[in-house]
């Protein structure tokens, strides 16, 4: 390779001399505009991808939205062999194991991306760091396996008992302790999602200039003062970019949750009743259809996924814009 | 190093790449892609293992022809043939007539195979359970929620029947397991036709909805009182407890391949042409009540002719010489009569006008 590399420069200066103007910021200006292009290139795909799958879903689910109309999103039934039906139950089922997911995920994952970013010495910080990003990177159907062989066992002789003893009386808490249902789901989601939502919230948080925490150390504030008040503030939108992320992975994730959330179609208040959730049962019914209805309807399911992670995105961006809108002392209080 | 040096490097690895994966010698001597005919499948899982075995010993038999087979699915496997996107296709459950009438031509169903539906359950003392259609249908619906309910006592005096609650466990992916179960339920069962009905997909009124045979085996293994139904080859791998049944002729029969041939074996007077055959709740006295045919799909007018005799003499092969693999692994064999009848309809196979097999 050695020999070639002296020619480069000297290419360069030919092509630089050709105008026969000294132009040397010339080539810079070309080489940033196809760069930018390259980019918006990259870009756009992700753009074009998503909007044609929501063209083919919407293509493809044709008959179901015909048959139905705007009632399938609120329809309370599935039976394929019946023709009937219904998003809702997979519509609930989904929000509320990615929803309790987060809740689980979000503060664990939040204080270990303190200790990692703020508190833990290089040392430490590293190799946990890296420990971390591994859990990240286990396949869900492991995931999905521990689930239903060591979480639901446990769930059900163990907490489900003490919750409904304790809890019982609330209807998110009532019902047979099986194991299988939301909170199983919601668990495994929430070990799932933590470790990508731990990570990027240390990166953010290292992201934060040092001069704003030694400014409020030298003023006197504790540890906990400082990453309070002079950098969780500052990577607040970044934050809630990691728990987004967190959200996405729960919202689409199949495998793991088909293993352990009990696939029923039905409404149930109820944290410990089984439940089904709009991917898991595209993934379990696809393969297997072949009435056309039938697959137009797990289309539309598809369709109605897309809406529900839009919907909830919307949701989260407005609810920080919101708090952040508060007054500062409201903030603090 | 040049460049022209490290082009002529990546093309070495390449060749040598190319040369490492063919099986040895056998592959060397000839050129594999001039004379090799490959015929390619798709459809059902369940027959999945026998299929690949019997890709194998027919490779050995026939060196120049392959089996290419995947398994994605019974309704897969129809989608594929329909559009014309595979050689043959496999599904557990017989096409409709619905399914049939949007086909480019008439398409063949040759039973390959028997496959049972068993009842498994999780009872610690783990007796051996004699069940009956209207307790199964009973247990299913939510009506029997016990296992400690005289219903159940009753038929299995003797055994230790804990108070436990019953908890269901159903398959939630589409399968043609679910197809027979629940063909077998509307068949026997008036309240289990008028309230949920068959399909591969069905809204159980009670109970947890497992993925795939392993999901419901989970589901059993792990939750004591549980009952599901698995495929008898899954259940004998995992090691679970099954039921005995009462047939038609009311003997409690337990599943194994000699009760699901005797199943098939039973039906001969009724086989219909098309081979279009339902085998639950089969007449015959050996007879095991949840078994079931799976097939392969073909059109009967092959497009081409080499590729189509190829067909038909593998399948000819799989019904006579293939049956032998089949214990092994845990299905049943076709009964000599079912094979008779398999025999006219391979003759039926045509290309451009002229039969694929000859007498």
Same mark, same amino acid.
């Not at chain 1, 799932?192 to 200039?209: I, K, N, Q, T, Y």
């Not at chain 1, 704003?212 to 030298?218: I, P, S, T, V």
């Given at each position: 390779?050695?020999?070639?590399?002296?020619?480069?420069?000297?290419?360069?200066?030919?092509?630089?001399?050709?105008?026969?103007?000294?132009?040397?910021?010339?080539?810079?200006?070309?080489?940033?505009?196809?760069?930018?292009?390259?980019?918006?290139?990259? #870009?756009?795909?992700?753009?074009?991808?998503?909007?044609?799958?929501?063209?083919?879903?919407?293509?493809?689910?044709?008959?179901?939205?015909?048959?139905?109309?705007?009632?399938?999103?609120?329809?309370?039934?599935?039976?394929?062999?019946? %023709?009937?039906?219904?998003?809702?139950?997979?519509?609930?089922?989904?929000?509320?194991?990615?929803?309790?997911?987060?809740?689980?995920?979000?503060?664990?994952?939040?204080?270990?991306?303190?200790?990692?970013?703020?508190?833990?010495?290089?040392?430490? #910080?590293?190799?946990?760091?890296?420990?971390?990003?591994?859990?990240?990177?286990?396949?869900?159907?492991?995931?999905?396996?521990?689930?239903?062989?060591?979480?639901?066992?446990?769930?059900?002789?163990?907490?489900?008992?003490?919750?409904?003893?304790?809890?019982?009386?609330?209807?998110?808490?009532?019902?047979?302790?099986?194991?299988?249902?939301?909170?199983?789901?919601?668990?495994?989601?929430?070990?799932?999602?933590?470790?990508?939502?731990?990570?990027?919230?240390?990166?953010?948080?290292?992201?934060?200039?040092?001069?704003?925490?030694?400014?409020?150390?030298?003023?006197?504030?504790?540890?906990?003062?400082?990453?309070?008040?002079?950098?969780?503030?500052?990577?607040?939108?970044?934050?809630?970019?990691?728990?987004?992320?967190?959200?996405?992975? #729960?919202?689409? %994730?199949?495998?793991?949750?088909?293993?352990?959330?009990?696939?029923?179609?039905?409404?149930?208040?109820?944290?410990?009743?089984?439940?089904?959730?709009?991917?898991?049962?595209?993934?379990?019914?696809?393969?297997?259809?072949?009435?056309?209805?039938?697959?137009?309807?797990?289309?539309?399911?598809?369709?109605?996924?897309?809406?529900?992670?839009?919907?909830?995105?919307?949701?989260?961006?407005?609810?920080?814009?919101?708090?952040?809108?508060?007054?500062?002392?409201?903030?603090?209080? | 190093?040049?460049?022209?040096?490290?082009?002529?490097?990546?093309?070495?690895?390449?060749?040598?790449?190319?040369?490492?994966?063919?099986?040895?010698?056998?592959?060397?001597?000839?050129?594999?892609?001039?004379?090799?005919?490959?015929?390619?499948?798709?459809?059902?899982?369940?027959?999945?293992?026998?299929?690949?075995?019997?890709?194998?010993?027919?490779?050995?038999?026939?060196?120049?022809?392959?089996?290419?087979?995947?398994?994605?699915?019974?309704?897969?496997?129809?989608?594929?043939?329909?559009?014309?996107?595979?050689?043959?296709?496999?599904?557990?459950?017989?096409?409709?007539?619905?399914?049939?009438?949007?086909?480019?031509?008439?398409?063949?169903?040759?039973?390959?195979?028997?496959?049972?539906?068993?009842?498994?359950?999780?009872?610690?003392?783990?007796?051996?359970?004699?069940?009956?259609?209207?307790?199964?249908?009973?247990?299913?619906?939510?009506?029997?929620?016990?296992?400690?309910?005289?219903?159940?006592?009753?038929?299995?005096?003797?055994?230790?029947?804990?108070?436990?609650?019953?908890?269901?466990?159903?398959?939630?992916?589409?399968?043609?397991?679910?197809?027979?179960?629940?063909?077998?339920?509307?068949?026997?069962?008036?309240?289990?036709?008028?309230?949920?009905?068959?399909?591969?997909?069905?809204?159980?009124?009670?109970?947890?909805?497992?993925?795939?045979?392993?999901?419901?085996?989970?589901?059993?293994?792990?939750?004591?009182?549980?009952?599901?139904?698995?495929?008898?080859?899954?259940?004998?791998?995992?090691?679970?407890?099954?039921?005995?049944?009462?047939?038609?002729?009311?003997?409690?029969?337990?599943?194994?391949?000699?009760?699901?041939?005797?199943?098939?074996?039973?039906?001969?007077?009724?086989?219909?042409?098309?081979?279009?055959?339902?085998?639950?709740? #089969?007449?015959?006295?050996?007879?095991?009540?949840?078994?079931?045919?799976?097939?392969?799909?073909?059109?009967?007018?092959?497009?081409?002719?080499?590729?189509?005799?190829?067909?038909?003499?593998?399948?000819?092969?799989?019904?006579?010489?293939?049956?032998?693999?089949?214990?092994?692994?845990?299905?049943?064999?076709?009964?000599? %009569?079912?094979?008779?009848?398999?025999?006219?309809?391979?003759?039926?196979?045509?290309?451009?006008?002229?039969?694929?097999?000859?007498?």
């Amino acid at each position: 390779m050695q020999p070639l590399e002296p020619s480069k420069p000297m290419t360069r200066l030919v092509t630089r001399r050709r105008p026969g103007r000294d132009r040397p910021r010339r080539e810079g200006d070309v080489a940033d505009r196809r760069f930018r292009l390259l980019t918006a290139a990259f #870009a756009s795909t992700s753009v074009v991808l998503l909007g044609a799958m929501a063209l083919q879903l919407a293509r493809a689910s044709k008959p179901a939205w015909r048959r139905f109309g705007l009632g399938f999103i609120g329809g309370q039934h599935w039976d394929p062999s019946r %023709e009937l039906y219904g998003a809702l139950p997979f519509i609930v089922g989904t929000v509320a194991s990615s929803l309790l997911a987060l809740l689980l995920a979000i503060p664990v994952a939040l204080g270990v991306a303190i200790l990692l970013a703020e508190l833990a010495p290089g040392r430490l #910080a590293r190799p946990l760091g890296q420990l971390v990003e591994l859990l990240a990177a286990i396949p869900s159907v492991v995931y999905g396996l521990w689930g239903l062989f060591v979480l639901v066992p446990w769930l059900r002789v163990t907490v489900q008992p003490a919750l409904v003893e304790t809890l019982g009386a609330l209807p998110l808490f009532r019902g047979t302790p099986r194991g299988f249902g939301v909170l199983a789901a919601g668990l495994v989601l929430a070990i799932m999602s933590l470790p990508s939502v731990a990570v990027v919230g240390r990166d953010v948080l290292r992201a934060v200039p040092a001069s704003h925490r030694e400014g409020a150390l030298a003023l006197g504030a504790t540890r906990w003062e400082a990453v309070r008040l002079a950098v969780l503030p500052q990577a607040r939108a970044g934050l809630v970019g990691a728990a987004l992320l967190g959200l996405g992975r #729960a919202l689409g %994730e199949t495998m793991a949750v088909a293993m352990v959330i009990g696939n029923r179609p039905e409404l149930s208040g109820s944290l410990l009743s089984p439940a089904s959730t709009l991917a898991s049962v595209v993934a379990n019914e696809f393969a297997e259809a072949t009435d056309s209805l039938h697959l137009a309807a797990l289309s539309a399911l598809g369709l109605v996924l897309f809406g529900v992670t839009l919907l909830l995105n919307l949701a989260a961006r407005l609810l920080v814009w919101q708090v952040g809108r508060l007054p500062d002392g409201a903030r603090r209080a | 190093m040049t460049s022209s040096s490290i082009i002529a490097l990546g093309l070495l690895a390449l060749v040598a790449g190319c040369q490492q994966p063919g099986e040895g010698d056998a592959a060397r001597s000839r050129s594999p892609s001039l004379d090799t005919l490959t015929l390619r499948g798709a459809g059902a899982t369940f027959p999945y293992p026998l299929y690949s075995k019997w890709a194998a010993e027919y490779q050995k038999l026939y060196p120049q022809r392959r089996l290419d087979y995947q398994s994605i699915g019974s309704g897969g496997g129809i989608r594929q043939i329909r559009e014309r996107t595979v050689d043959f296709g496999a599904s557990d459950v017989a096409m409709t007539d619905a399914e049939l009438a949007g086909t480019p031509g008439p398409i063949l169903h040759i039973p390959t195979t028997l496959g049972a539906v068993v009842i498994s359950y999780h009872l610690d003392a783990a007796p051996r359970l004699k069940l009956t259609p209207e307790l199964v249908a009973g247990i299913f619906l939510g009506e029997i929620l016990s296992w400690s309910d005289p219903r159940i006592a009753e038929l299995n005096r003797g055994s230790p029947l804990p108070d436990q609650p019953i908890t269901v466990s159903y398959r939630a992916d589409g399968s043609g397991t679910t197809a027979v179960f629940t063909e077998y339920l509307t068949k026997v069962s008036e309240p289990w036709r008028a309230r949920v009905g068959a399909g591969k997909s069905v809204r159980f009124p009670v109970g947890l909805g497992g993925k795939g045979n392993e999901g419901v085996a989970g589901q059993i293994k792990t939750t004591p009182g549980a009952i599901g139904y698995v495929e008898l080859a899954y259940a004998k791998q995992a090691g679970l407890a099954y039921a005995s049944l009462r047939n038609q002729a009311g003997r409690f029969i337990a599943p194994s391949l000699e009760s699901i041939t005797a199943a098939a074996a039973g039906l001969t007077g009724a086989l219909p042409a098309d081979l279009r055959a339902s085998l639950v709740d #089969a007449p015959g006295d050996a007879a095991y009540p949840l078994s079931a045919f799976t097939y392969v799909l073909v059109y009967q007018a092959q497009d081409d002719a080499v590729k189509g005799r190829a067909l038909a003499d593998f399948l000819w092969w799989a019904v006579h010489d293939g049956q032998t693999f089949g214990a092994a692994l845990h299905y049943a064999p076709l009964p000599h %009569e079912v094979v008779v009848s398999v025999e006219a309809r391979l003759h039926s196979l045509r290309a451009g006008g002229q039969p694929l097999l000859q007498d």
